[in-house]
């Protein structure tokens, strides 16, 4: 299922409230990339028409609006672990990435490894076939660039 594609509660059950908003923020970083609406119509659209039970209201805008208004600083950010440009990188592996890319730098308090976990877990529900692997791979690369602190102790 591709994000925007239906009622995602199903594959959402058990998972906690900020899993829960970056998915969306998934969505909602898709449909932006699809229609180029502007982040605030976006969000107004989603919290109208998508189920927000248990979703952390606050997160999922954070996510959204910092990809979207940081779009060609994440861009060059992730440029130089990618062996292709991002221009042709697939939609929803390109959105992974920016927001992965948008934790790491702006949300230090997140541990590395969960925000690469996590941004695997979306490559592989709503990816391509091998989406998970390149996305692991490009976001391993950064996050050693990015927060070397955390790889010294590992």
Do not use: C
Not at 26 to 31: I, S
Not at 55 to 75: A, C, K, N, P, T
């Amino acid at each position: 299922m591709r994000p925007g594609s239906g009622d995602a509660s199903r594959e959402e059950s058990g998972f906690g409230p900020v899993q829960r908003a970056r998915r969306r923020a998934l969505q909602a970083l898709y449909q932006w990339q699809l229609t180029g609406q502007d982040a605030g119509v976006i969000l107004l659209q989603f919290r109208q028409t998508q189920d927000f039970k248990g979703v952390d209201h606050d997160y999922f805008e954070q996510l959204v609006r910092g990809v979207i208004h940081q779009q060609d600083e994440l861009d060059e950010n992730l440029q130089p672990f990618l062996d292709r440009s991002l221009a042709v990188v697939d939609a929803i592996e390109k959105n992974i990435l920016r927001l992965a890319a948008w934790e790491l730098l702006h949300q230090p308090q997140l541990q590395f490894a969960i925000v690469i976990d996590e941004a695997v877990d979306l490559a592989h529900r709503f990816g391509a076939e091998q989406g998970h692997a390149f996305v692991n791979g490009v976001l391993d690369q950064a996050a050693r660039a990015w927060r070397p602190a955390e790889f010294s102790g590992a």
